[in-house]
Structure formats: C-alpha cells, structure tokens
C-alpha cells in the first residue's frame, strides 16, 4: 500500500520556523518527482514546492521563494519542506504530492493533475 505521511506541522508565531516530513512507503519514488501544495481556510488548494526526481532542480510559488526550501532523502524515501520566516498567510493544511511521471525532465510542476499520490496533509497554523 503506497503511503505518504506528512508530519512536522504545528503552532508557530510569525516569523518562526518550522519543517515538514513525507515520508513515503509501498513503493520507490526515486524516479518521481515530489512536490508540496497548501490549503488555507476557504481557498483552493495551491503550489507550494517541488523537486525534481534527480534532486536537482527546485521550484517555488513566489509567495514562498527565498523564504522555503525544499529537499529529499532518497535513503530515507523522505521529502522534506523548511520553512523560515513564517508569516500568517502561510497558515494552512500542507500536503505532500509524488508525480506521476517517470523520470521527468520537463519544468511544470504547478498544476494538481500532474500528482497522483497525496499525503493526508498537516496543520501548519502562524500567529500575528
């Protein structure tokens, strides 16, 4: 059964920090891209980050850039978000997303449709 966990979610006052886990299980990601996406209160779900399957290319929603890296631990089948310099708006459910192609090599990542495996999702909540 194939498993993405999120964790590291939690209460944070603006301007701190936080990092969220996915760990994955059931099958090889390696050759998949992961991505995460957010959902705040009455909105859609939007694009977060994501990393290529080789690990190195990295791709931001300018809301985040410069403030959120993304990362992955092929030991670890593990995919990771830090986030600095939090602010309110940031304050959402974050999910964590493998892609459905193999191997990709293309840059879009952005849309929803291209994710086939989603996580449950963790509270990320930040305090003014």
């Known amino acids: 059964q194939v498993q993405l966990e999120e964790s590291g979610g939690g209460l944070v006052q603006a301007g701190g920090s936080l990092t969220l886990s996915c760990a994955t299980s059931?099958?090889?990601?390696?050759?998949?891209?992961m991505a995460w996406f957010r959902q705040a209160p009455g909105k859609e779900r939007e694009f977060v980050a994501a990393?290529?399957?080789?690990?190195?290319?990295?791709y931001y929603a300018d809301s985040v850039k410069g403030r959120f890296t993304i990362s992955r631990d092929y030991a670890k089948n593990t995919v990771y978000l830090q986030m600095s310099s939090l602010k309110p708006e940031d304050t959402a459910v974050y999910y964590c997303?493998?892609?459905?192609?193999?191997?990709?090599?293309?840059?879009?990542?952005?849309?929803?449709?291209?994710?086939?495996?989603w996580g449950q999702g963790t509270q990320v909540s930040v305090s003014s």
């Open positions: 990393i290529s399957w080789s690990g190195g290319s990295t």
């Open positions: 059931g099958r090889t990601f390696s050759g998949n891209a």
């Open positions: 997303a493998a892609d459905q192609r193999w191997r990709y090599r293309g840059s879009y990542y952005y849309s929803e449709d291209v994710y086939n495996y």
